[in-house]
């Protein structure tokens, strides 16, 4: 039985949105949907206008993540050298305090299994991790008189231009937070614009099937994906390993590639990790067009592991 494939993303429903009024207006006042867009008070003008609207918040959300993504980058660009002093400052602590590991705690660590220290890799955990350190390390009447100060000698590790540094931190955190926040709003603000236009769409979908029952492929000619699958598409949860790859086949074009989990993933067409990829950040979707029933996912980061779905047939 055919059926149409809605695109669930954006860039999708706006392509068959301009789809539908590219052939209405061909068509002129012979179109099909002329009576319909009369009964419904649906007017293509109108949504092409709102179109170019949600086009200007989709173009804020991008870059506002964009924004987010490159302070979280240079957050993490000053953290790293941060937390690799504090693991070395832990270790250097552990042996010192050997066998009273547990006095640790007094630096902030956190010791687990009586003697391994849980280092944390989090932003926050790292922040207060280093914080705690310094606190204990500022305690003593003198740096000398600090059991971490040898360490600190040795590895050139200045504790005043860290604790500047993850200041420095801080505030790129906040600056992310600032701007995904305003990613969001404008996600918002797209979709409430977008909506009404996207359910006109399905109205005009809707009427066409039925007009068109003996030929669904006609509907191809007003942008719709048909599918002649006698089965529709299931949901299929993914997951890909931490710097690793998975191939999926028989995605069905015109639904989407959605991230479920927490980093960015890269989506590239075919069996390989060749070309260009499409970057998913999480909670996006990528809609499968054309060229897209095959897929490789490739998860670039090298701690946490990566979600997804996608729709087909099995």
Request: charge should be positive.
């Amino acid at each position: 039985m055919a059926r149409i494939i809605y695109p669930e993303d954006f860039i999708g429903q706006r392509n068959l949105s301009k789809g539908i009024k590219e052939k209405v207006d061909a068509d002129g006042v012979t179109s099909v949907l002329i009576p319909l867009f009369a009964q419904k008070e649906i007017d293509p003008v109108a949504d092409a206008a709102t179109g170019i609207l949600a086009d200007a918040q989709e173009a804020k959300r991008i870059l506002k993540k964009s924004q987010s993504e490159n302070f979280i980058q240079l957050r993490d660009l000053i953290m790293v050298p941060i937390a690799k002093d504090l693991r070395g400052s832990g270790q250097f602590l552990k042996s010192f305090y050997k066998p009273n590991v547990d006095a640790l705690g007094e630096w902030a660590y956190v010791v687990i299994g009586g003697n391994k220290i849980n280092f944390p890799v989090s932003f926050t955990p790292v922040c207060e991790l280093f914080t705690g350190v310094k606190a204990k390390n500022d305690s003593y009447g003198s740096p000398a008189d600090s059991p971490l100060n040898p360490y600190l000698t040795q590895q050139n590790v200045d504790m005043t231009a860290n604790a500047l540094a993850v200041a420095e931190a801080i505030r790129d955190n906040d600056s992310a937070g600032v701007a995904s926040r305003a990613s969001e709003d404008a996600t918002e603000s797209r979709i409430a614009l977008w909506s009404p236009v996207d359910g006109h769409s399905r109205d005009a979908g809707d009427y066409l099937m039925k007009l068109y029952a003996n030929n669904p492929r006609k509907l191809g000619e007003y942008s719709f994906v048909i599918d002649d699958n006698k089965k529709a598409p299931t949901l299929r949860k993914s997951t890909v390993k931490p710097a690793s790859r998975i191939t999926v086949n028989g995605v069905t074009i015109g639904t989407a590639f959605t991230n479920t989990g927490t980093v960015n993933l890269n989506v590239y067409k075919g069996g390989t990790v060749t070309g260009t990829p499409v970057v998913v950040s999480p909670g996006e979707l990528f809609g499968m067009i054309k060229g897209y029933s095959v897929i490789t996912v490739l998860n670039p980061s090298t701690l946490v592991g990566g979600k997804f779905t996608t729709k087909g047939v099995k």
